[in-house]
């Protein structure tokens, strides 16, 4: 089975801290996503990636950055984090071919 | 903007009962569904996915599509109370590579 690794399952930063969270497949997957999910609001694409040092927006990039220098390894950068941005964030990688979501086991923000 | 619709609920049935979820979608390039559970807390897991027009069973749950309607549906037969969780209807236009999420509806089983 694919395996999707979050590195932290729940983080609590301060405001104004740079925040990192690194996810890890092991598939070999081409495609690779970030999204936040809070109550209301379902799931919200923050960026994603379709290769190596690849990245696109997605709906909600505002305060978010992102890395990817290794197929295996996708990273969000909290640039500044703030309240707003405490939320569920989400993990998933897929391969180009048409197939769905694989997703990480989710780290819980909170952001004081 | 494409869209994929559900009904939030919470869908409340009777243990062994069917339940049966719904959802619409807005873009007709949409060419594969998929359906994910959710336990409160816990990341989606995929559970179906279809891309054909018509039914496709797997053990109690079946998914069924129909493109001219734009609706998609997954029906949960002999529901257990471990079924409630929310679901998560996605669809995927393969010329975007990415899964548009309809917010989730919320189903009950109680025994």
Redesign the interface.
Known sequence: DVKVTQSSRYLVKRTGEKVFLECVQDMDHE?M?WYRQDP????R?IY?S?DVKMKEKGDIPEGYSVSREKKERFSLILESASTNQTSMY?CASRT?Q?????????TRLTVV | QKEVEQNSGPLSVPEGAIASLNCTYSDRGSQSFFWYRQYSGKSPELIMFIYSNGDKEDGRFTAQLNKASQYVSLLIRDSQPSDSATYLCAGLNTGFQKLVFGTGTRLLVSP
């Open positions: 495609n996503f209301g609001l379902g799931l694409l994603f379709y989400l180009g048409g197939s769905g979501y694989t997703f990480g086991s989710g």
